[in-house]
């Protein structure tokens, strides 16, 4: 019977791919490795990996391991927690991406923490691809995400629907438009978030979808940088009404709207089906519905 060392080692081969590269992310030799996933190939007489120079390949009855694996540490670690906690407040670690973060989630915490005194509330704040890293490995126990999850492990259920909006700044000649078209936007320069964002990936798939050729100029996950890199007419930027709202009352920038393209979206409720979903995700959630 596989241990729990062992089907952690195990994992973490499944996920990088490289023994070399496990051992290095679990503190321990690389022969270790070796060994731990030869030995599980004899307890269970199957091949986990093909071996190549570059990366191993898990096998179909590796991938049969990995998700019991993953199951049986979740619920190992979730014990652990619940135990750990059993005689104090109830912990719920909650991930946000960054615009969630930016509008919604002091709001949310604070109203949370108020209806219930006995919860501990800790949360993280990052793009999507990273919260999603972080659930994977229950580094959280749910989240509210703007982009798309792209792992079957995790429940995803759309809850709010939001708006992104295109924004110039008052010199540039979008500014004196109603609206522009999404030809107007080709060839046009962009100050846009990071990679990993559910927000550029959103905007980016638009404009491959209408085959709309753009210049990236900035790069970067500040709001805040963003809007001031458009106030000083270094280029358009595409963020969520909610981050914008207060720039464009105030007249220090615009909004474009850009006729017939949909860019409404949904914040999406996640967690990991393979574990445990307790009262104060419970009541996280119900709390974001009643929004």
Same mark, same amino acid.
């Given at each position: 019977m596989a241990t729990l060392r062992q089907l952690k080692a195990f994992i973490a081969v499944a996920e990088y791919r490289k023994m070399s590269e496990a051992a290095n992310r679990l503190y321990i030799?690389?022969?270790?490795i070796s060994q731990i996933v030869s030995d599980l190939e004899n307890e269970y007489q199957t091949r986990l990996f093909e071996r190549s120079p570059k990366e191993l390949k898990i096998t179909q009855s590796g991938l049969l391991l990995l998700n019991s694996a993953r199951e049986i540490v979740a619920i190992y670690e979730n014990l652990e927690q619940s135990m750990k906690?059993?005689?104090?407040?109830r912990?719920?670690?909650i991930g946000a991406t960054l615009?969630?973060?930016?509008? @919604?989630m002091g709001t949310l915490v604070e109203n949370l923490t108020q209806k219930y005194p006995d919860m501990d509330v800790r949360v993280f704040v990052d793009n999507t691809k990273i919260i999603?890293?972080?659930?994977?490995?229950?580094?959280?126990?749910?989240?509210?995400?703007?982009?798309i999850i792209v792992r079957q492990e995790i429940m995803t259920d759309p809850v709010l629907e939001d708006n992104l909006c295109i924004i110039c700044g008052k010199k540039h000649?979008?500014?004196a438009k109603s609206s522009i078209s999404i030809e107007d936007l080709r060839h046009q320069d962009f100050i846009l978030r990071e990679k990993g964002s559910g927000t550029r990936a959103i905007f980016e798939n638009i404009m491959l979808t209408h085959h709309i050729p753009f210049t990236t100029k900035w790069e970067c996950s500040s709001r805040s940088a963003i809007v001031d890199a458009v106030r000083h007419n270094l280029g358009l930027g595409i963020l969520s009404w909610r981050c914008i709202e207060e720039y464009v009352e105030k007249g220090e920038i615009f909004s474009c709207p850009v006729e017939n393209v949909s860019m409404k979206r949904f914040f999406y409720l996640c967690h990991h089906q393979c574990r445990p979903f307790t009262s104060q995700m419970q009541d996280f959630a119900d @709390?974001?519905?009643e929004m």
């Open positions: 030799s690389q022969p270790t906690y059993v005689n104090s407040l912990i719920l670690r615009t969630i973060g930016n509008t @919604m999603e890293h972080r659930m994977i490995h229950n580094e959280l126990d749910i989240a509210l995400v703007e982009g000649p979008f500014a @709390m974001v519905r």
